[in-house]
């Protein structure tokens, strides 16, 4: 394929995928926007690239998406390396998630988890401990959800199987909820 064809490709999984999920956008943004203001946070997973974005997503929260404004509740999962070592070394990997989501979650909070397979053990006991503990659950997947779709309250799916594209509409997708978060809690113009 050549690079003409490949972006266009691209482009129409863009206009694709934000025809189908603008509504669904918005539901997991008011989703956050609720929890944020009832003194609530959000806690971010997932392995690999998706760990990279759910840290790069709490990251736009804390410091700042646009404007330098009050600090937004958020914390990645996924940068503890003494939590992630001991705990997959003494319980196994598949724990990992789940076991920070009982140190750190309380009923109310946002769990938003980000598979492009939508099948990652460690991810499914995350979500699972996340319903268990009363938490409102998120999740970013490629085409259909895979496992975690039935343990999300909001699933974003991107209707492709290609693990890159997957991530790059994910990253668009938590780029438009950070943007809304902001708006929402007024912290923008």
Same mark, same amino acid.
């Given at each position: 394929?050549?690079?003409?064809?490949?972006?266009?490709?691209?482009?129409?999984?863009?206009?694709?995928?934000?025809?189908?999920?603008?509504?669904?956008?918005?539901?997991?943004?008011?989703?956050?926007?609720?929890?944020?203001?009832?003194?609530?946070?959000?806690?971010?997973?997932?392995?690999?690239?998706?760990?990279?974005?759910?840290?790069?997503?709490?990251?736009?929260?804390?410091?700042?998406?646009?404007?330098?404004?009050?600090?937004?509740?958020?914390?990645?999962?996924?940068?503890?390396?003494?939590?992630?070592?001991?705990?997959?070394?003494?319980?196994?990997?598949?724990?990992?998630?789940? %076991?920070?989501?009982? *140190?750190?979650?309380? !009923? =109310?909070? /946002?769990?938003?988890? #980000? +598979?492009?397979? &939508? $099948?990652?053990?460690?991810?499914? %006991?995350?979500?699972? *401990?996340?319903?268990? !503990? =009363?938490? /409102?659950?998120?999740? #970013? +997947?490629?085409? &259909? $959800?895979?496992?975690?779709?039935?343990?999300?309250?909001?699933?974003?799916?991107?209707?492709?199987?290609?693990?890159?594209?997957?991530?790059?509409?994910?990253?668009?997708?938590?780029?438009?909820?950070?943007?809304?978060?902001?708006?929402?809690?007024?912290?923008?113009?």
């Amino acid at each position: 394929m050549n690079t003409n064809a490949l972006m266009r490709n691209c482009q129409r999984l863009v206009e694709s995928f934000l025809a189908a999920k603008a509504g669904t956008l918005e539901r997991a943004a008011r989703l956050c926007v609720g929890a944020l203001a009832g003194g609530r946070k959000i806690l971010l997973f997932g392995n690999g690239g998706s760990a990279a974005e759910a840290q790069h997503f709490a990251a736009e929260l804390v410091n700042k998406f646009f404007d330098v404004r009050p600090a937004i509740r958020a914390l990645s999962l996924t940068t503890d390396t003494s939590v992630l070592t001991s705990v997959g070394n003494d319980a196994g990997f598949e724990t990992v998630f789940s %076991r920070q989501i009982e *140190a750190l979650g309380d !009923a =109310g909070d /946002v769990a938003l988890a #980000l +598979s492009t397979s &939508g $099948g990652s053990p460690n991810v499914i %006991r995350g979500l699972k *401990a996340a319903k268990k !503990a =009363g938490l /409102v659950t998120i999740g #970013l +997947s490629g085409k &259909g $959800g895979g496992k975690m779709g039935a343990l999300c309250d909001v699933l974003i799916d991107v209707p492709s199987s290609s693990t890159p594209r997957i991530q790059e509409i994910h990253l668009l997708a938590l780029h438009i909820l950070a943007e809304e978060i902001e708006k929402k809690l007024k912290y923008l113009p």
